[in-house]
């Protein structure tokens, strides 16, 4: 049990969870937890750096129900809300007194994202926020952080830093290691198959909220991006029907061939109906137990509290002997 690597991975309540959270992340997070020590994290203090926060409870047990419903097992994995553990805020702090500010002037996602606002405007909580989330790592001694390519360099950052302090204060973090995409799948905004789906970005059309209703979801897919073309192999295909046919691939398993065998010639109005139907069916599951969940927060609740009390043994020990290497005075 001891001796499996640590995994840590989490997910902002700031918006609604879309397919590509779920084939990207979730569902592998899934199919792998059994070989890992896991920490499921919804990381609500990140969720404050978009300044106003909107129904961030509700948010917040949405992410956990959804991450439950998809089939993370409680007993199995660590699942906790970011701040129930208050040593994610206390070590960040630690770490940012030894985070030079010219790494975090480097992070691409700061400037894209600090670009639009002022100065006068931004909270630098969105400045260090790559030093919250090396904390919500490196306190737990997480082996492996399973996160798409947009988060490569924050855990570059983190590595360095987790290096740094161990050269000041001894050997204390675990040098934590990316595990990027090995088995979901990328999936691009469908109105726009350019860009990653997004929690975020304004336009509704481009991504499947994992609670959308079917005849939205069937309603999204039939406007989807595609071509004038009749492609439908992942080589030649157009970006917007490769999306689609990815999409396909990973919810069904089915491979190049197969592909071929069930799309040549039959049009790619026929390919986004077969495809949101493969959607629907696997969706509807998983809104079921999500719909089971939120109907009695006060036993999700119970478990988060379950899940942060099991995660605070962990961050508690490393705190202490961060405390402790640090020098600080310890409180009687
Ligand atoms: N920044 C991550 C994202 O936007 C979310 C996150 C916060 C995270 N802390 C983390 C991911 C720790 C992995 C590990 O996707």
Known sequence: MADRPVVFSGMQPDGVLHLGNLLGALRPWVQEQSLYRNYFCVVDLHALTRQEPRDLAQKTREVAALYLAAGIDPEQSTLLVQ??????????????????????????????????????????????????????????????????????????????????????????????????????????????????????????????????PPDRVRAKFRRATTDSGTAVDLETASPGVQNLLEIYRSLTGAGERELAEVFQGKGYGRLKEVVADVVIQELEPIQRRCHDLLQDPVALDRLLADGAARARGSAGATMAQVRQRLGMLPAR
């Not at 960040?92 to 975090?104: E, K, V």
């Not at 090396?134 to 997480?142: E, H, N, R, V």
């Not at 860009?195 to 481009?206: I, P, R, V, W, Y």
């Open 83 to 212: 701040s129930h553990v208050p040593e994610h805020a206390e070590l960040a702090w630690i770490l940012g007194c030894f985070t030079p500010m010219g790494w975090l002037e480097r992070m691409t996602q700061f400037k894209d994202r600090s670009r639009k606002l002022s100065s006068e405007r931004i909270g630098s909580g969105l400045f260090s926020y790559p030093v919250l989330m090396a904390a919500d790592i490196l306190l737990y001694k997480t082996d492996l952080v399973p996160v798409g390519e947009d988060q490569r360099q924050h855990l570059e950052l983190t590595r360095n830093l987790a290096l740094r302090v161990n050269r000041i204060l001894g050997d204390t973090f675990v040098i934590p290691r990316a595990k990027i995409g090995s088995i979901g799948a990328r999936v691009m905004a469908l109105d726009d198959p350019s860009s990653k789906m997004s929690k975020s970005a304004d336009s509704e059309a481009g991504r499947i909220g994992l609670l959308d």
